[in-house]
């Protein structure tokens, strides 16, 4: 799997809301990687990197972003960025695995994603409310 640096790749945004009947996730349990594919199927793609368990999946020919890849899925990234644990039972996790990672996520963990998920969301959008942060 390739990986190239985020500065060395312009990313495209699809334009258009997503499909979240196209949205498709495949977990590794031995390797504990999340693979997130936006387009109904696995397509070639180079993973850039992002600074976080979270890596882009770009398709090298057109720079659209066609999915995420999230190392240490049940073992890191749900507890720096914890609404991913949503996504668990989803992927086969049973409820009592599920349970004990809830239990050892830093409730400010939480509280932080999702504020930030909010700020991001005002900025996408250019709200008058991420304006008025500025």
Known sequence: MAHVSLQKFRISRRTGPLDAERLVFAY??????LLVHL???ARPAVTVEMGHAVQARVDPETGELVGFQIDAYLTRAV???PPLLELAPLVGSDEATIATIRARIDPR???QAVVS???ERAFAHH???ALSWG
């Open 79 to 81: 507890h720096e960025l």
């Open 117 to 119: 998920a909010l700020f």
């Open 127 to 129: 709200s008058p409310l």
């Open 39 to 41: 387009t109904g199927e």
């Open 109 to 111: 963990q939480t509280k």
């Open 28 to 33: 590794n349990a031995l390797a504990d990687t």
